[in-house]
């Protein structure tokens, strides 16, 4: 058979759009399983699921859950349903929409607590914390500034986790020294989940260790701690996920930027570098002589 040549072009070009489409798009497949175990340091849950028509024959294997507050949520034992999402990559997969749900797969009338995390643009509770000089301080103190926040625990002993959050918040502090503006305008702040242990006195040791000994560099990043119940609303509020384990705390990272107007402006939770992170402070630091009658 013989096309027109208007209409081979148009089959073509349909072709093409389907394939660039197929290649594009994520893909979802419903999950049903039961987790058997969880790593809160990577985000991923273990799953025994059956089989996933189209990805994967039933088997027992970890997943990256979407949501970081869900990971914390669920238990092993729990059944659930879920959305396997496939991305681009096909190695890149991930869990979405977990539900818990009753053996026979039926959704369970009390799924899991909504969790309460902040979407970018939402205006920031004001949390008080005590910081490293036994000082009371709230993170409305830093309004008009652009704000930086990361969670840590002092005897963190994985060097990818909180050695490298407050090297590379060390980082941050130093480059931005060097433009007084920029630095006038932002501000660090390091905060524990680990109040038992870190107490403002070992908080104040630890800073120091990470501003080469320049307490004067303190006016400019905080190292502060507070109760149990405000910490674990905090973790939620910014998607942090953390849990005592014997002598040891396992936990997810998060990075959040706070704008001047105390909304959220931006979150990391894996991938991220310190240049990155101050271009981004910077970014919205500068901002506010804008709109100020400036
Ligand atoms: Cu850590």
Same mark, same amino acid.
């Given at each position: 058979?013989?096309?027109?040549?208007?209409?081979?072009?148009?089959?073509?070009?349909?072709?093409?759009?389907?394939?660039?489409?197929?290649?594009?798009?994520?893909?979802?497949?419903?999950?049903?399983? +039961?987790?058997?175990?969880?790593?809160?340091?990577?985000?991923?849950?273990?799953?025994?699921?059956?089989?996933?028509?189209?990805?994967?024959?039933?088997?027992?294997?970890?997943?990256?859950?979407?949501?970081?507050?869900?990971?914390? +949520?669920?238990?092993?034992?729990?059944?659930?349903?879920?959305?396997?999402?496939?991305?681009?990559?096909?190695?890149?997969?991930?869990? +979405?929409?977990?539900?818990?749900?009753?053996?026979?797969?039926?959704?369970?009338?009390?799924?899991?607590?909504?969790?309460?995390?902040?979407?970018?643009?939402?205006?920031?509770?004001?949390?008080?914390?005590?910081?490293?000089?036994?000082?009371?301080?709230?993170?409305?103190?830093?309004?008009?500034?652009?704000?930086?926040?990361?969670?840590?625990?002092?005897?963190?002993?994985?060097?990818?986790?909180?050695?490298?959050?407050?090297?590379?918040?060390?980082?941050?502090?130093?480059?931005?020294?060097?433009?007084?503006?920029?630095?006038?305008?932002?501000?660090?702040?390091?905060?524990?989940?680990?109040?038992?242990?870190?107490?403002?006195?070992?908080?104040?040791?630890?800073?120091?260790?990470?501003?080469?000994?320049?307490?004067?560099?303190?006016?400019?990043?905080?190292?502060?701690?507070?109760?149990?119940?405000?910490?674990?609303?905090?973790?939620?509020?910014?998607?942090?996920?953390?849990?005592?384990?014997?002598?040891?705390?396992?936990?997810?990272?998060?990075?959040?930027?706070?704008?001047?107007?105390?909304?959220?402006?931006?979150?990391?939770?894996?991938?991220?570098?310190?240049?990155?992170?101050?271009?981004?402070?910077?970014?919205?630091?500068?901002?506010?002589?804008?709109? +100020?009658?400036?």
């Amino acid at each position: 058979m013989r096309l027109p040549k208007s209409q081979f072009i148009l089959i073509s070009a349909m072709l093409l759009l389907t394939v660039s489409i197929g290649c594009n798009r994520t893909r979802k497949y419903p999950l049903q399983g +039961e987790v058997v175990g969880k790593n809160l340091a990577t985000g991923e849950i273990t799953v025994n699921h059956g089989d996933i028509p189209g990805f994967m024959p039933a088997m027992a294997m970890p997943y990256r859950v979407k949501d970081p507050a869900v990971a914390q +949520e669920v238990q092993p034992g729990d059944k659930i349903a879920a959305e396997v999402v496939v991305g681009k990559d096909p190695s890149d997969y991930w869990l +979405e929409d977990v539900r818990i749900t009753d053996e026979s797969g039926r959704v369970q009338a009390k799924p899991p607590a909504a969790p309460q995390m902040l979407m970018p643009g939402a205006r920031v509770p004001d949390f008080a914390l005590i910081n490293q000089d036994g000082r009371k301080i709230r993170l409305s103190d830093f309004a008009g500034k652009a704000l930086l926040v990361t969670f840590i625990y002092t005897r963190c002993p994985m060097p990818n986790f909180c050695p490298r959050l407050s090297s590379q918040f060390a980082r941050i502090q130093n480059e931005l020294k060097k433009n007084p503006e920029d630095y006038g305008k932002s501000h660090l702040l390091t905060i524990s989940f680990d109040p038992k242990y870190d107490t403002p006195a070992v908080l104040r040791k630890y800073g120091l260790a990470y501003l080469d000994g320049d307490a004067g560099g303190f006016s400019h990043w905080d190292f502060a701690s507070t109760n149990p119940t405000d910490l674990r609303r905090l973790a939620q509020a910014f998607g942090l996920a953390y849990q005592e384990e014997g002598n040891q705390i396992s936990h997810t990272m998060s990075i959040v930027l706070i704008a001047p107007d105390s909304t959220v402006a931006k979150f990391w939770f894996t991938d991220w570098t310190w240049a990155e992170l101050m271009e981004s402070l910077q970014q919205a630091a500068r901002a506010t002589g804008k709109g +100020e009658g400036k």
